[in-house]
Each structure stands twice: as C-alpha cells, then as structure tokens.
C-alpha cells in the first residue's frame, strides 16, 4: 500500500493520533502505519482512549550530547547540491533533519536522493492530503529545533520579509516559531541588489540568522563576486552554534593541577608493586576541568587511556616521580589528587631480576612512599588555594575519609567505596560523597552524598562544584 488516506474521524481520535505522532517523531501516516502494525502483530495492550486533561507528554532532551532536530528547506537554486552534503554534515553532529524541497528546488535535487540522505520522508507539497490532514506544515515548522534554509534564494527571503505563504516552505516559515538559519546562494547582482539588501536588513531585525554569503567564483561562466553559498561544514557548524550554545567556561584563567591512575614501584626491573586504578576518574575530571576553560596539567601514573585534548600530561612511574612532577607544576590554583598512589615501596629494589633460590623467597622490605597530598596541603609557599584528595576506601568510608580531611589537612575529600563488589576499581561508575570543612565551624566536616553516576558524570559535577564555590569565595591568583 503507497498511502493511507483517512477521513470521517472525529477529534478526538484526530488529536490522539496528533500527539502521539509528535511524541515519537513521525508523521500521522506514519504512525497510522505503526498502529496498524502492532494491532496486526499481536499487540497485547489495546489501544488507551485519549484523554483529554492528560496529554501524552513530548520526549525531553536529557543532556547537550542529545539529538537535535533540524526542518532543512532546500531552495532551488544551483547550489542546492550543497544541501545534500549538509545532511550528512548535520547527522554526523547527531542532528536529526527533515527535509522540505521547494518547486524549484527539485529541478536540482531529487527528493529520492535527499531522503535517502537524510533517512526521512521529503515534504514537497503545501496542499499533501497525507501531511496536511493534521496541518503538517506547522508541524514541520515547530516540531524541530532550528529550521534551516540553504540554499536561500532572494525570491524564498523575498517571500519571508513580505510574509508569504503561497507554498509549503514559505507556509513552514511564516508558521515558525524557532530560530531560522538562512545560507543566502544568488549571483553577486542579485546579491547586491537595493531590494535584497531591504530583504536582508529586515530579516536581521525579525531574528533571522544568516551564515554567508562567501566570495568566489560563480556557477555562471565569468561571473565572480558575493554570492556563494556557505559550505556545508560551515553550515553545519553555524547550526551546531544555535542548537548547543558553548557550555560556560567558569574556569577560564585558573590553573587546575590533577593527579591520576596508579603507580608502579618497582622491585627489580622486571616486576613491581602496583593497584588496580584505571586513571579514568582522574583523567575525566581534567577533560572536563579543561572543558570549564582551566589551564590543566595532568601528572598520570600508567594507564592505557589516550590523553585528554588540551591538557597537558606528564607520564610517571614511581609515586617519587610523581611527586617531583607535581611540585615541578606549581603553583597552580587548583589541586586535585584522584591518582591511586602506592603507600609502599621496596627499599632497595633489585638491579636484576630476583631469582628463586633453596633458600626461598627475597626479603623485601617496605618504605613508606612520600604522601603527596599532604606534602602539598600542608606547604608554606605555593600551597594551592584549593586542594582535594582522594578517600579510597573498603570499610567504614564516611567516618575513613572525615579522618583523611584532618589529617592530610586539605580542603576537600572525594571518598568513594572500592570494594570489590563495586567495580569502581576500573569500571565506567562511581558513587562518591563530597566532604569539606564547613566555614566558620571549627571541627564540623559536611557530607555531600552523590548517586551513581558514570566517571564523566562525575568528574562535571566536581568541577561545576568548584566552580560554584570560586563564585562564593574567589580564590586568591597562585602566585
């Protein structure tokens, strides 16, 4: 069956099939078709009655790496061949786009070609009995996140500054109540031309965003000048910009230093005494300290993680040399000790590999290793204004890490359970409890209990935590 043409239903059922149409992104044919289907494959639950006073809520974008939606009108102009480069640009950056070609436009372009691209239906026609049955054009116009018009001839931004609607695009953007991006594509005449130029200045002043027109060589044989149409990736990004403005950077200007993984002491040169740390939770609190806009260096013991972009990484082995790299570092703003430092080493590790022998096994014997975090919190000079250590704990946790933030004397501890059972110890997820000496009230630790969440989850929420408390209480410059 190539359509469904459905008539005589009254408006209830016609708001149901609305609704649920745009809770799951479909068309009302569309979702006709997937009613149908489930009826025919056996659905066991039948179908609820709507109910009016309780609409079936639209689906909610949950973080910034969530899908976008894009309604994509394609001109007719000569660089609508671009338009094909640009959905992939857009999916690529997860952005969903649903196509709409004007009369024009498919002299240039087929709308086989751009759903194939874009994996969705192509809408051509104001007057479609199979959309416009549920006023599919403003759907197109609302049911999305940013409508982009690309390639933007001067008659569709014509048609726009006027307030036409005489097709299926210009109905989509006089409807509209989102953003419109527009990738103008005309010759240099046109382009210059006293009426465009009115267009344009009008379009600005209504809200409307433009990303070009680029200079260059034209279509037309000896023609140069403005009037190029952007290129896709530039489109792309220009969408990306609208839809997901730059996260807030509240670090910018301040130093961040971050100690991750393990380390390795050595007993001869072939074995040595180490843990079970992955690096992940430290190396994803210095990517997302780098996201905030800190200067990161990243002092990591070894781990098979590829280095964060941005940051600078200095690879040790040895709880000794890591201490030297992180003094090497200050003075920084902010200190933070995720790294899983061995507390032991042996005093006198072998030149050679040990052997086994009659006699049994070597004596070895354990020194302890420098304590980093404290070594750094309790410094004269260059003592970071912020320092927070790490409570790995397999018992008593909340009363093991109050005792930590004492007796190291930094400022704030992130103690977290790494039984066995938890998986913590290289896992993806972490539950950890924030504690920090609350001000003003001698002895009194706060517990700030977090809920499971994955290693990135994490690491943001740390650092959106301390920079909610530079906004406080600003840190004095390291000096």
């Not at 997937?34 to 066991?44: D, Y």
């Not at 001067?154 to 509209?176: F, T, V």
């Not at 072939?270 to 430290?282: L, P, T």
């Not at 946790?397 to 103690?415: H, M, Q, T």
Request: proline residues 6%; neutral net charge; glycine residues 6%.
């Amino acid at each position: 069956m190539a359509s469904l043409t459905i008539r005589k239903l009254d408006e209830g059922v016609k708001t149901y099939l609305r609704l649920r149409s745009a809770m799951n992104r479909r068309s009302v044919e569309e979702e006709v078709r997937v009613i149908l289907r489930e009826l025919i494959e056996g659905r066991e639950e039948p179908l609820t009655p709507f109910e009016p006073s309780a609409p079936t809520p639209s689906p909610q974008r949950t973080s910034a790496l969530a899908e976008a939606s894009v309604t994509l009108i394609i001109g007719g102009g000569i660089a609508a061949y671009k338009s094909l480069d640009l959905i992939r640009r857009l999916k690529e950056r997860r952005i969903e786009v649903r196509c709409v070609l004007t009369k024009a436009a498919q002299q240039f372009v087929t709308p086989l070609a751009v759903s194939a691209l874009s994996h969705e239906r192509v809408y051509t026609d104001l007057f479609d009995p199979q959309s416009e049955f549920d006023a599919g054009h403003i759907r197109l116009a609302r049911d999305c996140d940013l409508i982009i018009v690309a390639p933007a001839t001067a008659d569709l931004m014509a048609k726009m500054a006027n307030g036409h609607a005489d097709d299926l695009a210009s109905a989509i953007l006089l409807a509209a109540n989102r953003k419109i991006l527009l990738a103008p594509a005309m010759n240099p005449l046109m382009w210059g031309n006293a009426a465009t130029r009115r267009n344009v200045a009008q379009l600005t002043r209504d809200g409307v965003t433009f990303i070009g027109p680029n200079s260059g060589e034209m279509a037309e044989a000896g023609e140069a000048g403005t009037g190029r149409m952007s290129e896709a990736i530039e489109i792309a990004a220009a969408a990306e910009r609208l839809l997901r403005p730059p996260v807030p950077r509240p670090l910018v200007g301040k130093r961040v230093l971050i100690t991750a993984g393990p380390t390795h002491e050595p007993i001869d040169p072939v074995r040595y005494i180490a843990n079970r740390s992955s690096g992940k939770q430290g190396f994803a609190i210095a990517a997302a300290a780098q996201a905030a806009g800190a200067e990161v260096i990243l002092v990591s013991g070894p781990v098979d993680l590829d280095d964060p972009a941005g940051v600078t990484v200095r690879h040790v082995e040895s709880a000794r040399h890591m201490l030297e790299q992180v003094e090497a570092a200050l003075p920084v703003d902010i200190a933070i000790f995720a790294a899983a430092v061995a507390d032991w080493r042996v005093a006198n590790a072998g030149e050679q590999k040990l052997k086994k022998t009659s006699a049994g096994m070597p004596p070895l014997q354990l020194v302890e290793n420098p304590d980093i975090l404290t070594t750094i919190s309790k410094m004269k000079d260059k003592r970071p204004p912020l320092v927070i250590g790490f409570a790995a704990e397999t018992e008593h946790l909340i009363d093991n890490a109050k005792a930590k933030l004492k007796r190291k004397g930094c400022d704030w501890i992130v103690a977290n359970d790494v039984s066995p059972a938890t998986g913590v110890m290289g896992g993806d997820r972490n539950t950890v409890h924030l504690l920090s000496k609350n001000s003003g009230k001698d002895g009194d630790i706060a517990v700030d209990s977090w809920p499971v969440m994955t290693k990135e989850q994490v690491a943001t929420e740390l650092i959106a935590h301390v920079a909610r408390s530079l906004a406080d209480k600003p840190l004095e410059p390291a000096t």
